[in-house]
């Protein structure tokens, strides 16, 4: 079936470091993908998207790549504060607005 | 500054009760999607709504139901809880695709314990 996984399940970086969250999917007619935020006790924040017609997109310190050919997408975090502590999810589309879930990385930010 | 809602951050229910969530938007959107959160297999759809009086089934239906009677509100009912639906649940809503899900907004949650 359908899956989009992530390859740590936690991530421990240094105040000030460069961050780097991977996920695959493996549905290669998926065209939307997103990252989310979520922190303790909330619900799942809207980060950055991206659509397949694209490799790369950046917010404000966050980039977010996507490699079709091998069905992998990453999210760089640049400058990471203790703030950014939190879980980050991966999420495709393919098909009609039915979103397919990453299981989540821990994102451990030490001072 | 509240966008989606949820009736209750935390319940403890027990086997075989009826249970009721509910899940509350501002914003007008059309779509809204009831999943679970369960540590390692990230979220899964339940239900989701496409318009008032619309539902249709997600990856994992089973032992739910919904209601879509206001375009604002979204339920998700457990018609007789058992202890596997134990879980986080959150709902989520959102205007169209085609204006991007960074208009996508989630509740908070409801934790519930099925004893």
């Known amino acids: 079936g359908e899956s989009v996984g992530l390859h740590l399940p936690t991530l421990s970086v240094q105040e000030g470091d460069n961050s780097i969250i991977n996920c695959a999917y493996s549905n290669s007619a998926s065209d939307y993908f997103i990252w989310y935020k979520q922190e303790s006790g909330k619900g799942p924040q809207f980060i950055i998207d991206i659509r397949s017609n694209m490799d790369k997109r950046q917010g404000q310190r966050v980039t977010v790549l996507l490699n079709k050919t091998v069905k992998h997408l990453s999210l760089q975090i640049a400058a990471t504060q203790p703030g950014d502590s939190a879980v980050y999810f991966c999420?495709?589309?393919?098909?009609?607005?039915?979103?397919?879930f990453g299981t989540g990385t821990r994102l451990l930010v030490s001072p | 500054d509240v966008k989606v809602t949820q009736s209750s951050r935390y319940l403890v229910k027990r086997t075989g009760e009826k249970v009721f969530l509910e899940c509350v938007q501002d914003m007008d959107h059309e779509n809204m999607f009831w999943y679970r959160q369960d540590p390692g297999l990230g979220l899964r759809l339940i239900y989701f709504?496409?318009?008032?009086?619309?539902?249709e089934k997600g990856d994992i239906p089973e032992g739910y139901s919904v209601s879509r009677e206001k375009k604002e509100r979204f339920s998700l009912i457990l018609e007789s809880a058992s202890t596997n639906q134990t879980s986080m649940y959150l709902c989520?809503?959102?205007?169209?695709?085609?204006?991007?899900?960074?208009?996508?907004?989630f509740g908070p949650g409801t934790r519930l314990t099925v004893l």
């Open positions: 709504s496409y318009d008032v009086k619309m539902k």
């Open positions: 999420a495709s589309i393919s098909g009609f607005q039915k979103l397919v």
């Open positions: 989520a809503s959102y205007r169209t695709r085609d204006r991007g899900l960074n208009e996508q907004f």
